[in-house]
């Protein structure tokens, strides 16, 4: 429940409301269990094994990446109706209403006894959790008249690319973020280039050499001195 619902516990204690009110949606609840049931408790896995067919999952992801706008939107809402003319609150509660299954999975990881804190996703963003965040960015803009659209063509726009990026993925079953090349060229433009470790341990390695390699000629010159002292004592 913790991961179905991340994105409303998440948003209400931002906002200050009862983190429980998702339990008031019966239906969502009783789908919620239903599904859960089905994925490991299905006779056969009869469940898992319809949704492995292609094409189904094709369906149900662009679905879910249709909701996901829809949380978005929501959220903004909210924010706006709490806090007025609040831009970060409201991205912020967007953000979390879209893609609060992800940013609430440490917790969700600590309640099941599992820590794995390499998997932050405010440290290491996830695709989704980037999607959302730039979706929440532009909405925001969008709902305080900042962006010169109209709402509908954005969340036109916004889910087909969600959607479109989405299958691609699947399909191509590549897992790389569509924004990496921008986001390496910005890292280049504002930090500039960091070294690779394998980089810097080449250098490293290289230093050493270089550092043994100066250290011959004095330790030759130091046994020079050695022999020329020994055949004056004969």
């Known amino acids: 429940m913790l991961y179905c619902f991340g994105g409303s516990v998440l948003s209400s204690l931002m906002l200050g409301e009862p983190p429980v009110a998702f339990l008031g949606k019966t239906i969502n609840i009783l789908l919620a269990s239903s599904v859960w049931y089905l994925v490991f ?60 299954g992800g940013l609430i999975s440490n917790f969700e990881q600590l309640v099941r006894g599992v820590w794995k804190p390499e998997t932050n996703e405010l440290l290491q963003m996830s695709y989704p959790v980037k999607v959302t965040l730039i979706g929440a960015v532009l909405f925001t803009l969008q709902h305080r008249q900042y962006l010169p659209i ?11 690319f969600l959607v479109v990026f989405k299958v691609k993925m699947m399909l191509t079953r590549c897992a790389t973020s569509p924004f990496a090349p921008i986001e390496s060229a910005v890292c280049q433009m504002f930090f500039g280039s960091q070294k690779t470790p394998s980089k810097v341990k080449g250098e490293s390695a290289t230093s050493s050499n270089g550092s043994s390699v100066c250290d011959q000629p004095s330790e030759q010159h130091h046994e020079g001195a050695k022999k020329k002292q020994a055949k004056k004592t004969e």
């Open 150 to 160: 109209a709402k509908h063509n954005l969340v036109f726009l916004y889910t087909i």
């Open 41 to 100: 408790y299905c006779p056969e896995d009869i469940f898992c094994r319809c949704f492995s067919f292609l094409p189904l999952r094709l369906l149900v992801a662009g679905m879910k990446e249709v909701t996901r706008t829809w949380k978005i939107t929501d959220g903004i809402a909210h924010a706006d109706n709490v806090y007025k003319d609040a831009c970060l609150i409201m991205v912020a509660v967007g953000w979390a209403r879209g893609a609060g």
